[in-house]
């Protein structure tokens, strides 16, 4: 699986946009873009996916570069609760779900 | 519905023991896979199981070995535990093996002695 960078830590005002990016310049083209978060003491939850178009659901958006070698996930307007790791995975989609976390960027929300 | 459920919640152990840790999948997902944290990185793979066959195997020694059963429940065995194994296990289900999501469970904290 291709590797991503994150920035270790961010922090974000309560109620603002928090942008998050992540490089993943050794992906490939049949790979996806997923973001996973975990809040303290609970298991990663799924946040979004993306292949080459921006995505957006109820939780976040999703926005990959034109060369798809980076992209950033925008919470659009931040809470407390959204303080948590977060994580941006590049995985195939051939029937393997193994998920190759790094270690993610931790975001704060400050009130 | 309920969520992914794991048990024990906490478990404490001594070295050389062995352990069993139990996932229960959302009803209906036939594809289970679970993955190791230690304390201060992401989580790690260690097996995936769809239709009670492994689909695939992390970089983890033969001491760890799991299987799923045909009501699509899985458990984990760690043998001879080493203090490193100290670690959240996470189970994770997915309808099949190319779903795009896959849902977590809380875990099991085991502590190795």
């Known amino acids: 699986d291709a590797k991503t960078t994150q920035p270790p830590s961010m922090d974000c005002a309560e109620g603002r946009a928090a942008n998050l990016p992540c490089n993943h310049s050794?992906?490939?083209?049949?790979?996806?873009v997923y973001w996973y978060r975990q809040i303290h003491s609970q298991g990663p939850q799924y946040i979004i996916h993306g292949l080459k178009n921006n995505e957006t659901n109820e939780m976040a958006s999703l926005i990959i570069t034109e060369d798809r070698k980076s992209s950033t996930l925008i919470l659009p307007h931040a809470t407390l609760r959204d303080t948590a790791v977060y994580y941006c995975?590049?995985?195939?989609?051939?029937?393997?779900?193994?998920?190759?976390f790094g270690t993610g960027t931790r975001l704060t929300i400050i009130p | 519905d309920a969520g992914v459920t794991q048990s024990p919640t906490h478990l404490i152990k001594t070295r050389g023991q062995q352990v069993t840790l139990r996932c229960s999948p959302i009803?209906?997902?036939?594809?289970v896979s679970w993955y190791q944290q230690v304390l201060g990185q992401g989580p790690q793979f260690i097996f995936q199981y769809y239709e009670k066959e492994e689909r695939g195997r992390g970089n983890f020694p033969d001491r760890f070995s799991a299987r799923q059963f045909p009501n699509y429940s899985s458990e984990l065995n760690v043998n001879a535990l080493l203090l490193g194994d100290s670690a959240l296990y996470l189970c994770a289900s997915s309808f099949d093996s190319g779903s795009y999501e896959q849902y977590f469970g809380p875990g099991t904290r085991l502590t190795v002695t």
């Open positions: 050794t992906i490939s083209g049949n790979e996806y």
């Open positions: 009803s209906g997902h036939k594809s």
């Open positions: 995975i590049v995985r195939g989609n051939f029937g393997n779900e193994k998920l190759t």
